[in-house]
């Protein structure tokens, strides 16, 4: 089946104890971007790649790192992850970046 | 840069016909997404406009006004499955620093269908 598998679904942890939050596609796409979703305003492109090696900056890449070392994962690492950072987490692919884009199913991320 | 507006919420009755409007304003377009997301779930993928017109789906169809910088998701045939909130999302024409065409996200507009 064509997915985008997230992992953690749920994750509760506490202020600056890292954490890695995994997404892997399975359709080839060469594109893969991270989102944030917080109630107001809507979703908020962290970081995006466009292919194996090429990440770069979204709109709100702050306290965030990326990785694409294979074209199928693109996991978000959250080296020192702070309160502000409580929020739903959905990582994105496509076969291009002007298509239609598959989401994972979301991680609910928790900072105390 | 953009800016995305849609309502924050609607209410309609089952059976019905629903318009969710979405009005943006961007230095260059180069298309326009619907996405449905029901609650705790992911954005699903609903239409793509690109060209002025309508786009019909089954009972969902979307319509672009480039010169008006305006969208709409029309609902026919309300059913309660179609509770949940809709996303419009505007690609501009010029990419971003990195290169990328993504599109940015208006806020969402949560519909909810009555019996």
């Known amino acids: 089946e064509a997915q985008v598998t997230q992992n953690p679904r749920y994750l509760i942890t506490v202020t600056g104890k890292k954490l890695t939050v995994t997404c892997s596609q399975n359709?080839?796409?060469?594109?893969m971007s991270w989102y944030r979703q917080d109630p107001g305003l809507g979703l908020r492109q962290i970081y995006y790649s466009m292919n194996v090696e090429v990440t770069d900056k979204g709109d709100v890449p702050e306290g965030y790192k990326v990785s694409r070392k294979e074209k199928r994962n693109f996991p978000l690492i959250l080296e020192s992850p702070s309160p502000n950072q409580t929020s739903l987490y959905f990582c994105?692919?496509?076969?291009?970046?002007?298509?239609?884009?598959?989401f994972g199913s979301g991680t609910q991320l928790s900072v105390l | 840069g953009q800016n995305i507006d849609q309502p924050t919420e609607m209410t309609a009755t089952e059976g019905a016909i629903v318009q969710i409007n979405c009005t943006y304003q961007?230095?260059?377009?180069?298309?326009l997404f619907w996405y449905q997301q029901h609650a705790g779930e992911a954005p699903t993928f609903l239409s793509y406009?690109?060209?002025?017109g309508l786009e019909e789906k089954g009972r969902f169809s979307s319509f672009l006004s480039r010169s008006k910088g305006y969208s709409y998701l029309l609902l026919k045939e309300l059913q309660m499955k179609d509770s949940a909130s809709y996303l419009c999302?505007?690609?501009?024409?010029?990419?971003?620093?990195?290169?990328?065409?993504?599109?940015?996200f208006g806020r969402g507009t949560s519909l909810i269908v009555h019996p």
């Open positions: 406009n690109v060209l002025d």
């Open positions: 999302a505007v690609r501009d024409a010029r990419p971003a620093s990195g290169g990328s065409y993504i599109p940015t």
């Open positions: 994105a692919s496509s076969f291009r970046q002007d298509e239609k884009l598959f």
């Open positions: 359709m080839n796409h060469e594109y």
């Open positions: 961007t230095s260059g377009f180069n298309g």
